[in-house]
């Protein structure tokens, strides 16, 4: 094989990961409401190595969305809610009895987060002095250090949520470690009755039941599936393929080529600073990662322009994210992404981002439309989707893909 085929058949795998996990993305949205960009963003994070914080009132649904895309990706899962009382015995494991009778401090980690591969820890900044000591070595490096136990960990990502940030300074360093931000409101009032109808629908959890009955309980990669048994063979190796896709597409990102983009990287750096937006050195080096992410997610080895919308991420606060945006305005024009659409379309207000996520949301609607009972509901879906197409662009302005997913929408809603 030549280094050319070589090279064609690595990046038609690359492409092909991106797509199984865009399919593991879409299939973690559904029935969700407003809660997309939360679960493409864990995945890009998971792709780039870093990791997340999530901050919104509560019952804004930012566990769900975690819950969600960590069982469609698969692999062990680890949760727990923070108290000012949380001892780190309960997220790093008890002292092993059997060392410790041989006078050996060790600790014993199976089913705890330092095993875990996508850890969610719900009011991350209650913990104590020393939980979140701990946690800053196993975020920043990947290793889990305590008593006599050293442990290189499998966490791919993990998602800080909180209610608010903190005031503390003394927490700054901590908040420092999740490079990503999302801030997430309660669903806009003009979707008030796409919630309520989601919400009488029954919740598919893709965590097994007995992995929902304590805060702390690890779930196996069977468990997080997302479809059929989650203990049965075709779980457990739809969870690997994702999960296995996951780390190739991660050492794709390690390995994209960044020349082309470095220049508009930094010139969007510069803009961000010149504006007040608070960028350290250390967020701009990371923010590379996730553009590289971005890329090899959309299905290419070099990243672009049209991966810049991942810049906002790093903003601090809710408002120095909405800065960031309308001060990128024009760089991220061109801004999308196939695998993580909710996501380049919120942090970019692309038209291209736009297109991309109606192409998804009309065919996952077209597909549903099969299983659908007729009837005015299913109608009046296909129909919304028609007319935010309609809304959005000028017929002469539309894609080749958008143009067919608008045909087929208006072939379905006509008269029989």
């Known amino acids: 094989m ?42 890009l994070c998971a792709v780039a190595g870093e990791h997340l914080l999530v901050v919104g ?32 015995n309960e997220l790093f494991g008890p002292v092993d009895l059997r060392r410790l009778r041989e006078g050996r401090i060790e600790f014993e980690t199976a089913g705890m987060l ?138 794709a990102a390690r390995a994209c080529d960044l020349d082309e983009v470095t220049p508009l990287v930094a010139a969007a750096l510069r803009r961000l600073r010149a504006a007040g937006v608070p960028i350290s050195d250390r967020r701009a080096v990371r923010s590379q990662k996730l553009v590289a992410a971005a890329a090899v997610l959309d299905g290419r080895t070099a990243a672009s322009a049209r991966d810049l919308w991942v810049l906002p991420l790093v903003a601090p606060t809710a408002d120095a994210q909405a800065q960031a945006r309308d001060t990128l305005a024009d760089l991220v024009e061109k801004a999308a992404n196939r695998s993580l ?31 659908l009972p007729e009837g005015r509901d299913s109608r009046l879906r296909l129909e919304a989707a028609l007319r935010e197409i309609d809304a959005g662009f000028d017929p002469a302005d539309l894609s080749g893909a958008l143009a067919g997913i608008r045909a087929e929408l208006v072939a379905a809603v006509a008269p029989a």
């Open 2 to 43: 030549t280094e050319t085929s070589a090279t064609a058949t690595a990046h038609a795998a690359d492409a092909a990961d991106a797509e199984l996990i865009g399919h593991a993305v879409a299939a973690a949205g559904q029935g969700m409401i407003d809660r997309e960009t939360v679960a493409e963003v864990v995945v």
């Open 341 to 371: 659409a909710h996501a380049a379309e919120e942090l970019s207000r692309s038209s291209a981002a736009r297109a991309e996520r109606l192409v998804r949301t009309g065919t996952q609607l077209l597909a549903a439309h099969r299983t």
């Open 114 to 251: 330092p095993e875990a591969e996508i850890a969610f820890l719900d009011e991350v900044f209650l913990g104590s002095t020393a939980v979140l000591n701990t946690l800053l070595g196993l975020l920043n490096e990947r290793v889990f250090r305590r008593g006599g136990t050293v442990l290189h960990s499998p966490l791919r990502v993990c998602v800080g949520a909180a209610n608010h940030l903190p005031d503390d300074p003394a927490l700054a360093a901590f908040a420092d470690r999740f490079l990503a931000r999302v801030f997430v409101e309660p669903v806009a009032d003009a979707r008030l009755e796409e919630l309520l109808e989601a919400g009488r629908r029954p919740a598919a959890s893709p965590l097994h039941p007995r992995d929902l009955a304590g805060p702390g309980d690890l779930a196996g990669p069977g468990d997080l599936a997302g479809s059929g048994d989650p203990m049965g063979p075709t779980g457990l190796a739809a969870a690997a393929d994702r999960l296995g896709a996951l780390d190739r597409l991660a050492a």
């Open 57 to 88: 009132a509560p019952g804004t649904a930012k566990s769900e969305a975690v819950r969600r895309i960590a069982g469609q990706l698969g692999g062990r899962y680890f949760e727990y809610l923070l108290g000012r009382f949380t001892e780190p």
